[in-house]
């Protein structure tokens, strides 16, 4: 077995940077076992606040907060944190040269009944500033919390998966990820139809056509409603994810956030081969313009990304 500790040393990447992402495993490791233990302990319901999108906060997305924060100050490379539930951006350790963009507890509206929910995290070079491109991102990754708890890490060159074992080490479990080219599963809010744009309507129509379709094979409809979830099974079997803008979600630019969603699912989506788009340009070439920035989101196997975009291109 291969340990990620052990991984990371091998890896051709500055040390300290290495270290960012063991950082990020260190708080997950620690999250999933504050989640296993939730009930019992009786860490759910609502914190009674609510965060900077208006959303009300659950217990939990606080907790995963302060345990990300309180790792991330012990690393003395990590300068600045954004983070989903924190209004603005953090300045830790001055002189560390990293910056940490996280969801530290995605899809916590799943958490009550006991459904997968993740960490997701990107990594950036803190003297580049707050609004980088996706494609500046020098690692991300997320931890989900399901039957197993899943660690999947990338550098932009590949995408790896570690699975936390008893002792709260990670160890190596697939390497060198591949997202398949083309897919018959697609994950979608279907109850947000009536909003979709004429794009999102094509595509979905012609899958739901099936064989008989022009796509001609039949198709299967998956919707966790945890982005962590549904990415994790689209880089294991392949897929499309869409979160597209719609006609409600259009005032905010979209629904997912850019820094710490769409960027890093969009870097461990495109190092396993898949692609990623707002539909009209390519997630990771986006310059951000404030750090909750909102953005449509499409991606996972190419086939599928390039049928919408083929829609898109069609408006
Ligand atoms: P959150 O960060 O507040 O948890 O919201 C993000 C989640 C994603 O995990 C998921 O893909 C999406 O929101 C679900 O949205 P919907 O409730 O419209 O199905
Ligand atoms: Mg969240």
């Given at each position: 077995m291969t340990t990620l500790s052990d991984w990371l040393a091998a890896q051709p990447v500055?040390?300290?940077?290495?270290?960012?992402?063991?950082?990020?495993?260190?708080?997950?490791?620690?999250?999933?076992?504050?989640?296993?233990?939730?009930?019992i302990t009786g860490q759910t319901g609502l914190a009674g606040h609510t965060n900077v999108q208006g959303e009300a906060q659950k217990a939990l997305d606080v907790i995963s907060n302060d345990i990300v924060l309180n790792h991330i100050r012990h690393n003395p490379d990590i300068?600045?944190?954004?983070?989903?539930?924190l209004d603005e951006a953090v300045h830790i350790q001055n002189q560390g040269r990293f910056m940490v963009a996280t969801d530290p507890l995605d899809g916590s509206s799943n958490l009550d009944v006991n459904v997968t929910v993740g960490t997701i995290f990107s990594v950036l070079d803190a003297s580049k500033g707050l609004?980088?491109?996706?494609?500046?991102?020098?690692?991300?990754?997320?931890?989900a919390y399901g039957p197993a708890t899943s660690l999947v890490v990338t550098f932009g060159q590949s995408t790896t998966?570690?699975?936390?074992?008893?002792?709260?080490t990670f160890q190596l479990t697939q390497e060198g990820l591949q997202v398949?080219?083309?897919?018959?599963?697609y994950a979608i809010n279907t109850a947000r139809e009536r909003l979709w744009?004429?794009?999102?309507?094509?595509?979905?129509?012609?899958?739901?056509?099936?064989?008989?379709?022009?796509?001609?094979?039949?198709?299967?409809?998956?919707?966790?409603g945890s982005m962590v979830a549904d990415i994790h099974r689209i880089l294991m079997r392949g897929g499309i994810f869409?979160?597209?803008?719609?006609?409600?979600?259009?005032?905010?630019?979209?629904?997912?956030?850019?820094?710490?969603?769409?960027n890093p699912?969009?870097?461990?989506i495109e190092a396993a081969g898949g692609r990623s788009t707002t539909g009209r340009e390519r997630i990771l070439d986006l310059v951000p313009t404030g750090i909750h920035q909102r953005v449509p989101v499409i991606l996972g196997s190419a086939e599928e990304v390039t049928r919408v975009e083929g829609w898109y291109g069609r408006g």
């Open positions: 500055d040390p300290k940077l290495a270290s960012v992402v063991a950082t990020m495993a260190a708080a997950s490791a620690e999250i999933a076992e504050v989640l296993r233990r939730a009930p300068s600045l944190l954004v983070s989903e539930e609004l980088q491109r996706g494609s500046s991102q020098l690692a991300a990754g997320y931890a998966v570690f699975t936390l074992d008893a002792d709260g398949s080219s083309s897919s018959g599963e744009d004429a794009a999102t309507r094509g595509y979905v129509a012609e899958n739901v056509a099936g064989e008989t379709g022009p796509a001609g094979k039949r198709y299967n409809m998956r919707w966790v869409m979160y597209p803008l719609d006609s409600e979600t259009v005032s905010k630019g979209g629904r997912l956030r850019l820094l710490y969603e769409a699912m969009a870097l461990l």
